[in-house]
Structures are given as structure tokens and as C-alpha cells.
């Protein structure tokens, strides 16, 4: 038959990013409302990270989106960001960000770096954070603002600018990120790696007072006072900052990776590849030292080594990672997983054939975590990518099948058992995009307040939503009669501005 494995190709895989997401609600019910119409035997472990990532940035955002419209308050703030770093964690890849928080992040971001405190710095006035929690706190913040911001830029269409941007504000999320990680410093796993020494100086910060608390600030390593405050504070580990940080600068290198990929042929050669790759396999590591319980780590480095292309040593990766995943009751991540198992599979893992059979059966097991995931409304975040994922591995596994049908056509045999249903390795063709935060929109009512994927707008004002014409009504008696038109002409003057701009450019 001969060697009919595929070469290697230079384009970009991408087996699929988990970025922030918006978790959608179903048939109009809240997340919340869902949940509880979901038996306790359907909740899996994804299903209960998935809530407490939605009640965390529900809670968040109840704090900060005062701030977002200006209203300062460093209290609230700060205990926001808390909440919204501990959602990113608890979401585990699928942060369930609130709609309006992810189109008001920008904003966000810049009022908390414009109320940064002033100090004295070397004899000269400069904004700085007055406490090592609270830098912890806003790079973290920052980090994830820019990895939201170059994701929804990727959704928007655009090529040239837009892609320039994206590749700047990734790049500045992965400096920023690595730089905290080294300015924080200590031990990767803060809490379970304390010295005597260290937890001396905490027993005595949790009693000092007067002049010897700022005597301890000072003395205190910067990794461990900044635990302390963090936990004492704001409520949140070190260890989740840590892992948020490494989320971040794993993400950035895998797109950095993708992007050499794409290029390196003809323009950089292999050696561009190997830094963001050992960044990306680095950081996704971290990922389970930190989060030991989370397949996530896992997946991610599985991701990282078939990105190098496909071999047994990817192809364990991956199945190890589906299996752990499965074992979790992460549907999610064994959906996709088991899909990639496939695709590396039919791309040569395992040399010039593979087993039509083996193959089946994967699907058969992407198909179980799709079930699972629908149980409790999961499905619909991974549901376009796992379908085209599975088409384009349908239709190259059909293209295989040909192929050998023409290979014993050519050679006078027919189909033995020896051949045991094995068909020549075949390169999948699908364009497979990472998820994008701001890919499902949850509109919120304006009058209960509640997220909703499905809503109603106003039809004079087009400016607000509603869950439902109760809603829409109480609104309308509660005083939206008066504004809707004021809101309705400031909408026409503010897109006369917008059409004007881009005539003028």
C-alpha cells in the first residue's frame, strides 16, 4: 500500500481555547433557575463549577457595575475583583461572565487604573497599589480584561488592525502576567509551602498593632504578606491569584504558538515555535499544581503536544486527559477531548493507518459527554464547535474509506481481515475556532434585573430588554414612558455621530 500518512502541516491547530465564556441560559430561564430544575443525578462536577463560576460573577458584578458607570468606591472595588477572579477560577476554562460585564470591561479597567492611589516613589508623585493584596488583585484583573478584550476584537471580523490589536493586548496580558507571577514571588503552591519563619510573621500581623504592624509590613517577605492580606481581606488564596495568572500566560502562548505556526514556514523557521510552545506547555502545567482536582491541566498540555503534531505520545496525552475528564464528571472537556482523541487518530498517531473502528468508537464517547452535558444545559457552549469538529473529522474519515477502496481497486485485492478495518491516515481539514467570551449575548432585564439569552427589546427605543411583557409593562408604568424617547433620540444622534466619523475617514 505504501506510507500515506500525512506530512506535517504548517497551519495553525487549534484544538480548541477555553477563554472567558458566557454561559446562556435556556428556553429564557436564568442560570439560577435552571440549575434548580436540574436533578441532583444530572449535576455533574462541570455543572457545579459552571453555577458557582455564574453566582460568583453575578455577585461581582452587582459590585462593580457602580464602578463601571463612574460611581467610585474602593471598598466595593476591590471585594469585586475578588469575586470576579475567584468566577475566572471556579469556571475552570468557562468563566460564566455576565453580558454586560464583558462589553463594559474596558471601561472598568481603566477607572480602576485611573483611581489607583498616588505616592511618593524616589522623591516624585506616582500611582502605585498601597498593598501587595491589592496589586495581586487589579493585575489580575487586568490580565483578564486584556484576554477578553483580544477575544471579543477576534470576534468581531475584522482582519489587519484588528488582528495587530488583538496580538498587543495578548502580548501585554502574557508580560503582565509574568511579571506579577516573579514580582509576587515564592513558591508556586504559596500555601502549602510556608517556612516556619513564615507563618511567624503571619501569627504575628493577625495580632500586631500600633507601630508594629508596620514594622511586620516591612519585614515580611512581599509573597507572604501579600497571602495574608489577600485571605484576611478580600477572602481569596493566593494560590487562585497564582492560577488565574498562569491561565492567562498559557492561553497568550498558545496563541503566540498558533500564530508561529501559521508564519514560521515562510518566514521564521521552526526555532519561533519552541518558546511560546515550552511557555504554553509551563504555565498549562501549573495549571494542575495548583488546581490538583481539575482535568483542565491536563487537557491543556495534551493540547499543547499534539499543536507539535500528531504521535503516540500526543495521542496518550489526549486519551489520558479524556479519561480524566470523564472520571471528573467534566462532560465538557471529555466532549471535545474525545473528539481530539479522534482527529489525532485518523491524522497518523499511530503511523500510516488507524482503525476505522477505534475511531467510531471515540465518536461514540464524544457522543455520551454531548448527552451529559445537555442534561443540565452544558451543550450549548461547546455545541457549533464540537459539530463542525465532528463534521470535518466525518467527512475525512469518508475520504479515507475512499482511499482505501482505490488503493485495493489499484492493486487487484480486496479487503482481507488482516486489514482489520484500518484506512490510511488522512490530514482533518476543519476551521476550528476558540470560543469567544462574547460569542452568546445574555441580555439583561430591565426591569427584574435577571440575565437572559432570550429576550425582547424595546420596539421604540431599541435601548432596552426585557425577559417578557409582564416585565416589558412594569417597566413601561415604572417610568421608561418618560425616557424611551429621550433614550431613542440619543441613540439616532449618537449613530448620526458614528456615520458621520466613518464618512470623514
Known amino acids: 500500500m505504501g506510507d500515506s500518512s500525512p506530512s506535517q502541516s504548517s497551519e495553525p491547530r487549534n484544538l480548541g481555547a477555553l477563554v472567558c465564556q458566557i454561559i446562556p441560559a435556556s428556553e429564557g430561564e436564568t442560570m439560577d433557575a435552571l440549575y434548580r430544575k436540574i436533578s441532583r443525578d444530572k449535576r455533574t462536577w462541570r455543572c457545579e463549577q459552571t453555577k458557582k463560576s455564574s453566582d460568583l460573577l453575578q455577585r461581582a458584578w452587582e459590585l462593580l457595575r457602580p464602578i463601571a458607570e463612574g460611581r467610585w468606591d474602593k471598598e466595593n472595588a476591590y471585594n469585586g475583583l475578588s469575586l470576579l477572579i475567584k468566577g475566572i477560577y471556579e469556571g475552570q476554562g468557562y468563566a460564566a461572565m455576565p453580558y454586560d460585564m464583558t462589553v463594559k470591561i474596558n471601561n472598568l479597567l481603566q477607572i480602576v487604573q485611573d483611581n489607583m492611589p498616588y505616592m511618593d516613589v524616589n522623591g516624585r508623585r506616582a500611582q502605585g497599589d498601597d498593598s501587595p493584596a491589592r496589586y495581586a488583585l487589579r493585575v489580575s484583573f487586568v490580565c483578564v480584561s486584556l484576554v ?9 471580523g475584522q482582519r489587519g488592525s484588528v488582528e495587530a490589536e488583538t496580538v498587543l493586548l495578548q502580548s501585554k496580558a502574557k508580560e503582565i502576567a509574568v511579571t506579577a507571577m516573579d514580582k509576587l514571588g515564592g513558591p508556586l503552591t504559596h500555601e502549602g509551602t510556608l517556612t516556619a519563619e513564615d507563618k511567624a510573621y503571619i501569627a504575628r500581623l493577625a495580632t500586631a498593632s500600633g507601630p508594629e504592624v508596620q514594622h511586620l509590613v516591612v519585614a515580611t517577605p512581599m509573597n507572604v504578606l501579600a ?69 483542565l491541566s491536563g487537557f491543556m498540555v495534551a493540547e499543547a503536544r499534539a499543536a507539535e503534531g500528531p504521535n503516540t505520545q500526543s495521542l496518550a496525552l489526549m486519551k489520558a486527559a479524556a479519561e480524566a475528564a470523564e472520571r471528573r464528571g467534566d462532560d465538557l472537556l471529555a466532549w471535545l477531548a474525545r473528539l481530539d482523541v479522534a482527529e489525532l487518530l485518523m491524522h497518523g498517531a499511530q503511523g500510516p493507518t488507524f482503525s476505522e473502528g477505534e475511531v467510531l468508537q471515540e465518536f461514540e464517547k464524544s457522543a455520551a459527554q454531548e448527552a451529559s452535558a445537555k442534561s443540565w444545559g452544558g451543550a450549548f457552549l461547546l455545541e457549533s464547535q464540537c459539530r463542525a469538529n465532528e463534521e470535518s473529522l466525518k467527512e475525512a474519515l469518508q475520504s479515507a474509506r475512499e482511499q482505501h477502496q482505490k488503493q485495493l481497486a489499484e492493486t487487484g485485492l480486496a479487503a482481507t481481515a488482516e486489514d482489520d478495518g484500518r484506512l490510511p491516515s488522512v490530514k482533518v481539514r476543519g476551521d476550528w475556532k476558540a470560543l469567544a467570551p462574547g460569542a452568546v449575548s445574555l441580555r439583561e432585564c430591565a426591569s427584574c434585573k435577571k440575565l437572559f439569552q432570550k429576550a425582547m427589546t424595546c420596539g421604540k427605543c431599541k435601548q432596552v430588554w426585557y425577559c417578557g411583557r409582564d416585565c416589558q409593562m412594569a417597566h413601561w408604568r415604572a417610568g421608561h414612558r418618560e425616557e424611551c424617547v429621550l433614550l431613542a433620540k440619543a441613540a439616532a444622534k449618537a449613530a448620526a455621530s458614528k456615520s458621520a466619523a466613518d464618512d470623514d475617514i
Open 148 to 156: 477578553v478584550a483580544s477575544s471579543l476584537s477576534l470576534g468581531a
Open 227 to 295: 497571602l495574608y492580606m489577600l485571605q484576611v481581606q478580600y477572602d481569596i488564596e493566593m494560590r487562585v491569584i497564582k492560577w488565574v495568572l498562569n491561565y492567562v500566560a498559557a492561553l497568550c502562548a498558545k496563541q503566540e504558538f498558533s500564530r508561529a505556526l501559521s508564519q514560521s514556514v515562510v518566514v521564521q523557521g521552526p526555532s519561533a515555535r519552541a518558546a511560546p510552545l515550552a511557555a504554553w506547555v509551563r504555565h498549562s502545567s501549573a495549571l494542575g499544581k495548583l488546581e490538583p482536582a481539575s482535568p
